[in-house]
């Protein structure tokens, strides 16, 4: 019999597809296996070769025109209705294998970026539809060992940016199956015989996620979890073993029920049963030993592993194998029948590597009946091993397919899924921007051994940017990683004092890649989001800064069209005036210090596509990046009013324009020549001792030209403030960043009253300003990590006096501004996430470590009050002549008590409103990347 069994794929997942590719189909469907060097889908045989009738030949890599080649060769499959079986392969160059976290979930989102990519070459090119025919098709991820993580974390990215995959959108009607195979996932200290962390990847935990539709698990526990073996065992999902037991990693805090609740239950139900789960059988040491099925009773097997062991890891797949063709007596099928055999009759019982004289006889052959069961039961209709089950094969395991005729007999489970956005990541400081996050491993620590020994033996790879990209030869690797929060005083002194400063917790690791002159790194093909701009972080030490030195970026489409886009980072000081704004841009400044951030603008043709990212030193120079993620960090918990940039102008939404800055985003409403809202972090990075700027403020050259954009001289004798939203007190920690805030598209007109200093007085700050200071003083002070966001509502459109300044006689002059399109708001809003500690994203936010607060300030003239001083201002005692009526109680419906005098006018806490309250107002949507059971309790 031929063989040729492409490299890095077992054979038994060539036969295992062929036999699903070939279920009741006539003329047989389409196998394809993964093709690492391209990431393309390559059609193949049984034996693993390219069949003779396939025009691109072997490699796709050869061939400009293999996808068109492809799509046209899939499409007699397609119009048949024929089942494609997709193969895809991490078990070249080590991956599957290195001791290390991170490589299962690298190679789960190349594979998804595949998945994507051949979606999309099936798709009808006049279609709006977001899925093609793969996605539409129903789909069935069948997952072995830790390749059941590998395709956990596929179905995550499923359910995050395709929630309909599995069947047509909108149709309500969908079949996602998930099928694990002994599932290892787990700590299982005995593989450290193997080599030292061998026996825990801490990689993520398998999930039951929402959108599967079906999921059956089968498994074993027979190999000792303690002993030296090299055995991998499975596991009952959602169940974990006791060698998990007593761990804090937040990846092994699985979901249970009420737990996003007020007061969750720690020793609740766990969520994410699967509907069937198979147990096969366990050693004679366990309790549910006598429940095992002939093969899973013992871990040394005299046909295969090392020193009899391993096979019965494996025999799961042989197990799952003899359900999906029902006539071959072993699997992988072998002229030898001893290998690999199935115990399918009463017979196969007694074949050498399924028999157990313990198990079998019980060890008192006169008086107890053998157990010589055989292996498949349907578990719809008959209990295990009884006399009248059929033995075949036939309603189990495969049966449950769609293509296997019985997922009309599915079990279902009543217990709740688990949802997408819950983060599995093992550690928390190994956690990118969110559960599934926009750039795997872009902040270069999805790792826990990068430089160990017993590591680099397997691979000096960095998960991420490795194997996926289509390099060869790589310039750097995990000696390019370094701990930023290890290095010393003297290795990059101005760094270790800034983190002193900002009072970075030294204890956990903080990987940075220190990139060289001359050298580079390409991250995986991965799917560019539909949004939002790539952002990055450098620091440059001081010595390393040089005319014609810079840090190339280059975002490419992985298919080698010419879509695409280069920016270079000037490693020169900024310059920091007030015309040099744009290019500043491109210059450092904070990043001497820490770590600043950058931004490269994405194309609107990249927009969904795979690509590649390059970051390469050119002209000499050595730096450290790192947080390399897309959409900017100040939107992190959500884009209120789902905000768009682009650079097609026809259909720009000239209202809700999207705009990403290193300090800030906003969305600009060109109708009111103001921002929508401005959204911004506030930590201790952002706070230092830079003076305020005293330039004037800044056109924003982002907006369109042809739109109109607002100047300083805009305002010019309107006595209208320039309002800043975000505060250029809270970007204190360089002048780049501080003159930032100082662009027209941070301002709305502010009355004077409502933004300036009343010099004398007491209190001086008006509402708006003193919660200003709250929020800096509570960063600073409580170390905490704040997200907020501002804006106007409504419109006050009067001329008003300016009572702070003793000038009744003087009246502000709107017209100037609405002569120029400008609106003038009658409030002005700001509302605030109050993280317990720096770090935290979407997924890891509860109702305990967060709170939320708002305040909605009058944009007008304060109230006239009785004068205390001979210039007309008031003291701390600065009664109203009559108390005012509040205002909430008319805009609101509220029933508040009056405001007495100027001292609780100025106070922002008589401004105070539930984030809530302020959605409904404004009718913008804040903090919606928190799951919605915490986010509706904590803007309550």
Do not use: C
């Not at 590597?353 to 079998?360: E, R």
């Not at 790792?447 to 017993?454: K, T």
């Not at 000239?654 to 985003?665: D, I, S």
């Amino acid at each position: 019999m031929r063989k040729s069994y492409n490299p890095g794929i077992p054979s038994e997942f060539y036969q295992l597809g062929n036999s699903i590719a070939n279920a009741g189909i006539d003329g047989g469907g389409l196998m394809m296996r993964y093709d690492l060097p391209t990431g393309y889908w390559v059609p193949v045989n049984k034996y693993g070769a390219v069949p003779g009738d396939f025009p691109s030949g072997l490699n796709p890599q050869n061939d400009p025109q293999y996808l068109t080649k492809l799509e046209s060769y899939i499409a007699p499959y397609l119009d048949n209705n024929e089942p494609l079986v997709l193969l895809n392969d991490w078990s070249q160059n080590n991956e599957s294998a290195v001791p290390d976290s991170g490589f299962t979930e690298a190679a789960a989102d190349a594979f998804f970026t595949s998945l994507v990519q051949l979606d999309g070459v099936l798709k009808d090119e006049t279609s709006t539809a977001k899925q093609g025919a793969l996605f539409n098709s129903p789909l069935h991820f069948v997952g072995f060992s830790r390749g059941t993580v590998v395709n956990s974390e596929i179905i995550q990215r499923l359910g995050s940016y395709f929630p309909d995959a599995g069947g047509k959108e909108n149709s309500n009607t969908r079949d996602l199956q998930m099928t694990t195979l002994d599932p290892h996932d787990f700590d299982q200290p005995g593989l450290d015989v193997v080599t030292e962390n061998f026996g825990d990847f801490r990689e993520p935990k398998v999930q039951v996620w929402k959108n599967v539709t079906f999921a059956d698990n089968y498994y074993q526990t027979v190999p000792n979890l303690l002993s030296g073996t090299v055995s991998p065992a499975g596991r009952d999902i959602p169940n974990l073993p006791s060698t998990e037991n007593g761990k804090t990693a937040p990846g092994l805090k699985l979901p249970r029920e009420g737990w996003r609740s007020e007061n969750p239950d720690a020793t609740a139900p766990l969520l994410g049963k699967p509907d069937l789960s198979v147990f096969l059988g366990t050693n004679k040491n366990n309790p549910d030993y006598n429940k095992s099925r002939a093969g899973f009773t013992k871990e040394t097997d005299p046909t295969v592993g090392i020193a009899g062991r391993g096979a019965v890891h494996g025999r799961v797949l042989s197990w799952y194998g003899g359900t999906s063709d029902l006539f071959p007596t072993n699997f992988p099928f072998n002229e030898d029948l001893d290998v690999n055999p199935l115990f399918r009759r009463r017979g196969d019982g007694y074949r050498e590597p399924l028999f157990d004289k313990d198990f079998s006889f019980g060890g008192t052959v006169l008086t107890d009946s053998a157990r010589v069961s055989p292996w498949y039961t349907p578990e719809e209709r008959f209990e295990h091993g009884v006399d009248a089950a059929p033995w075949e094969g036939i309603g189990t395991g495969w049966f449950y397919s769609v293509l296997g005729g019985g997922s009309e007999l599915r079990p279902q489970t009543n217990v709740e899924r688990i949802p997408v956005d819950f983060d599995n990541t093992y550690d928390a400081r190994m956690r990118g921007d969110g559960a599934v996050p926009t750039l795997f491993n872009g902040n270069f620590d999805a790792v826990f051994n990068p430089q160990g020994g017993n590591r680099t033996i397997f691979s000096d790879a960095i998960p991420g940017w490795s194997l996926h990209n289509g390099e060869t030869s790589p310039s750097v690797s995990t000696s390019n990683l370094v701990d930023v929060n290890q290095l010393s005083a003297t290795e990059a002194p101005a760094l270790h004092a800034e983190l002193d400063r900002i009072g970075v917790d030294r204890t956990q690791a903080n990987y940075a890649l220190k990139l060289e002159s001359g050298k580079s790194i390409t991250h995986n093909r991965f799917v560019v989001p539909d949004w939002g701009n790539l952002r990055f972080d450098l620091h440059v030490p001081e010595a390393e800064l040089g005319s014609g030195r810079s840090v190339l970026v280059t975002l490419s489409a992985a298919d080698g069209s010419p879509l695409g886009v280069s920016s270079s980072i000037n490693l020169r000081r900024a310059n920091r005036t007030r015309g040099a704004y744009l290019a500043d841009t491109q210059r450092i400044d904070y990043g001497i210090q820490g770590f600043e951030t950058f931004q490269v603008e994405v194309p609107d043709n990249l927009r969904g596509q795979v690509a590649t990212l390059k970051f390469e030193v050119v002209g000499g120079g050595n730096v450290y990046l790192d947080n390399v993620f897309f959409k900017s960090q100040h939107l992190l918990f959500g884009n209120p009013s789902d905000a768009r940039n682009t650079t097609d102008l026809a259909i720009a939404e000239r209202n809700n324009y999207l705009l990403e800055k290193a300090q800030f985003a906003t969305a600009y409403d060109d109708s009111s020549k103001t921002p929508k809202w401005v959204s911004w972090q506030l930590n201790q990075k952002w706070l230092g001792s830079v003076a305020r700027s005293n330039l004037r403020f800044i056109e924003d050259q982002s907006i369109p030209e042809t739109w109109g954009r607002v100047k300083n001289e805009d305002y010019s004798n309107s006595l209208y403030s320039r309002g800043h939203m975000l505060p250029s007190s809270q970007r204190t920690n360089s002048e780049k960043d501080n003159i930032a805030t100082f662009l027209m598209t941070n301002v709305v007109p502010q009355h004077q009253d409502n933004n300036d200093l009343s010099l004398d007085e007491n209190p001086q700050s008006p509402a708006w300003t003193s919660f200003d200071d709250l929020l800096a003083s509570t960063t600073n002070i409580d170390s905490k990590e704040l997200y907020v966001v501002a804006g106007g509502y409504e419109s006050n459109l009067n001329p008003q006096r300016i009572s702070h300044r003793a000038r009744p006689s003087r009246l502000t002059n709107p017209q100037i501004l609405t002569s120029k399109g400008i609106n003038i708001p009658g409030w002005t809003w700001k509302v605030v996430l109050d993280l317990e500690q720096p770090g935290l994203n979407p997924a890891n936010v509860t109702i305990a470590n967060t709170t939320t607060y708002g305040i909605l300030t009058p944009n007008e003239v304060e109230p006239a009050h009785v004068p205390t001083n001979p210039n007309g201002s008031v003291d701390a005692n600065g009664d109203f002549p009559l108390p005012v009526p509040h205002p909430f109680n008319t805009l609101l419906g509220l029933s508040l008590p009056d405001i007495q005098n100027k001292a609780a006018w100025r106070n922002w806490q008589t401004w105070q409103l539930t984030v809530n309250q302020i959605e409904e107002l404004t009718e913008l949507d804040f903090f919606s990347n928190i799951p919605d059971e915490i986010e509706e309790i904590i803007e309550s």
